[in-house]
C-alpha cells in the first residue's frame, strides 16, 4: 500500500454506518446509509467493519468466544452471532429458538438485532473472511493499544477519556476528528461510542502493510491459522508509549 491509500474502520450507528477514513495526514469521519456505500467509495485499501462475517451452524463461532476470553473483563461486549438459520427469522422468538437447535444456546437480543447489520455486510462479502474487508472488534483493538483490556466501559465518561488518550498517542489527528463528528451529527444519529470504534478501527487498518495482510490475527483455530472459517482480527502490535501512559485507572 501507499501512504495515501484510505484505512477505513466502520461501525454500524443510527445513521447506517460510520466510518473513519485515514488517507495519510487527513483523519475524517463520515456517515453512509448502506454499508455497500462504503465499499464504493473506497474501492481500494482495507476496511474493517465491527460485524461478523460468516455466520455459525452447528455451534458457536469459535473466533468469538476467543475473543471473549481474551478480553476478560471485557468478554461481555462479544456478541455471539445468529446462526445461519436464525438470522432468516425476523421474530425474536422464531430466531431464538432456530440458534438454540443450531447452536445448543439462546440468542441474546442485541445480536438478534444486528441481523440487518449482518445481512447488509454478508451481501456485500459474502464469506470472505480474508478479503479487502475484514471483521474487527473494536474492544480488542484499543486493548491492542492498551497493552490490556480496558476496564471500563465505552459508555461512561472514564472509559471514553481512556480510549481518547490511547488513540491520541497512535493517530494524529484522532482527537480533532472525534471533536468534529460530535459537532457534524446529532447522538441519535451517531453515538460518542461509534464515533470511537470506528476510528480505533481505522488504527488497526494499519496491520494490513505487513505481509501477512493484518499484524496479528485472533484466528479460530490457533493452530490451524489457514483454516476456512470466520476469524476476527486485531492489531497484534504492541506500543509502548512515553513514560505516564494511561493505564486502567
Not at 178 to 207: K, Q, T
Amino acid at each position: 500500500m501507499t501512504d495515501d491509500t484510505p484505512l477505513v474502520g466502520v461501525d454500524a450507528c443510527p445513521a447506517g454506518w460510520v466510518a473513519t477514513v485515514c488517507e495519510g495526514d487527513i483523519v475524517r469521519v463520515e456517515t453512509h446509509e448502506a454499508f455497500a456505500a462504503v465499499t464504493e467509495t473506497y474501492p481500494e485499501g482495507p476496511i474493517l467493519v465491527d460485524i461478523p462475517i460468516g455466520l455459525p451452524t452447528g455451534s458457536r463461532r469459535r473466533c468469538d468466544e476467543a475473543a471473549s476470553e481474551l478480553l476478560g473483563c471485557r468478554g461481555i461486549s462479544v456478541f455471539y452471532p445468529p446462526s445461519e438459520r436464525a438470522i432468516e427469522h425476523d421474530e425474536y422468538d422464531a430466531a431464538s429458538d432456530a440458534h438454540r437447535a443450531d447452536v445448543g444456546h439462546g440468542l441474546s437480543q442485541q445480536a438478534f438485532h444486528i441481523r440487518d447489520k449482518i445481512r447488509e455486510v454478508a451481501d456485500v462479502v459474502g464469506d470472505d473472511y480474508d478479503g479487502r474487508v475484514r471483521e474487527a472488534h473494536p474492544e480488542l483493538c484499543f486493548a491492542g493499544l492498551n497493552g490490556q483490556p480496558v476496564a471500563y466501559g465505552k459508555s461512561g465518561a472514564r472509559g471514553r477519556r481512556l480510549r481518547r488518550a490511547l488513540l491520541a498517542e497512535v493517530l494524529d489527528g484522532a482527537e480533532r476528528a472525534y471533536e468534529d463528528a460530535l459537532e457534524r451529527y446529532p447522538r441519535n444519529a451517531v453515538r460518542r461510542d461509534d464515533i470511537l470504534d470506528s476510528l480505533v478501527l481505522s488504527v488497526a487498518g494499519e496491520g494490513f502493510s505487513t505481509a501477512t495482510g493484518i499484524a496479528d490475527t485472533l484466528a479460530t483455530v490457533p493452530t490451524d491459522p489457514d483454516g476456512d472459517e470466520p476469524r476476527i482480527y486485531y492489531p497484534g502490535f504492541e506500543i509502548p508509549g512515553p513514560p505516564g501512559r494511561p493505564e486502567n485507572v
